[in-house]
């Protein structure tokens, strides 16, 4: 069975990537929206910034889903083995106990990155930007994708 989930995997990948990756006129749009971008956080270092911050919370609200799905699992798994009404009691309070936690965590990762984003000097995001902006213009002009 994971060796079909493997292949479902690898096909798709590669469905995308020659969709996505090796379609020109894909990689031109790509690279277009990468030069404006990039030339408005030049323009406001404070957009890149924020921008850093959106993207970066992102990939920490995922992790907070994934470990309360996870906390989702063995509570279910506990609370199988009680029998009767404290089944029901534990489960339900669990529940509304990893909601309250998935809410507490997506409140303090944001509020602890965008504290480490605000202490990082504008240099760092005005390089950002140029590297975004240098990326995008090579795009365009190469025609290919460069990752």
Same mark, same amino acid.
């Given at each position: 069975?994971?060796?079909?989930?493997?292949?479902?995997?690898?096909?798709?990948? =590669?469905?995308?990537? /020659?969709?996505? !990756?090796?379609?020109?006129?894909?990689?031109? $749009?790509?690279? #277009?929206? &990468?030069?404006?971008?990039?030339?408005?956080?030049?323009?406001?270092?404070?957009?890149?910034?924020?921008?850093?911050?959106?993207?970066?919370?992102?990939?920490?609200?995922?992790?907070?889903?994934?470990?309360?799905?996870?906390?989702?699992?063995?509570?279910?798994?506990?609370?199988?083995?009680?029998?009767?009404? =404290?089944?029901?009691? /534990?489960?339900? !309070?669990?529940?509304?106990?990893?909601?309250? $936690?998935?809410? #507490?965590? &997506?409140?303090?990762?944001?509020?602890?990155?965008?504290?480490?984003?605000?202490?990082?000097?504008?240099?760092?995001?005005?390089?950002?930007?140029?590297?975004?902006?240098?990326?995008?213009?090579?795009?365009?002009?190469?025609?290919?994708?460069?990752?």
């Amino acid at each position: 069975m994971s060796s079909i989930i493997i292949y479902l995997q690898n096909l798709s990948f =590669k469905f995308v990537n /020659v969709i996505f !990756g090796k379609s020109t006129l894909f990689v031109i $749009i790509l690279g #277009w929206y &990468l030069v404006i971008n990039g030339l408005l956080c030049l323009a406001k270092p404070e957009a890149a910034r924020a921008k850093l911050i959106r993207s970066g919370f992102g990939i920490l609200k995922l992790n907070v889903l994934l470990i309360c799905f996870f906390a989702w699992g063995l509570l279910n798994r506990f609370s199988q083995t009680l029998s009767g009404p =404290k089944q029901t009691i /534990v489960f339900l !309070g669990g529940i509304c106990g990893l909601i309250f $936690i998935f809410f #507490w965590g &997506l409140a303090f990762s944001k509020k602890t990155l965008t504290g480490i984003a605000e202490r990082l000097p504008m240099i760092y995001f005005i390089w950002f930007a140029s590297i975004q902006t240098l990326i995008g213009a090579l795009m365009v002009y190469l025609q290919r994708r460069l990752w």
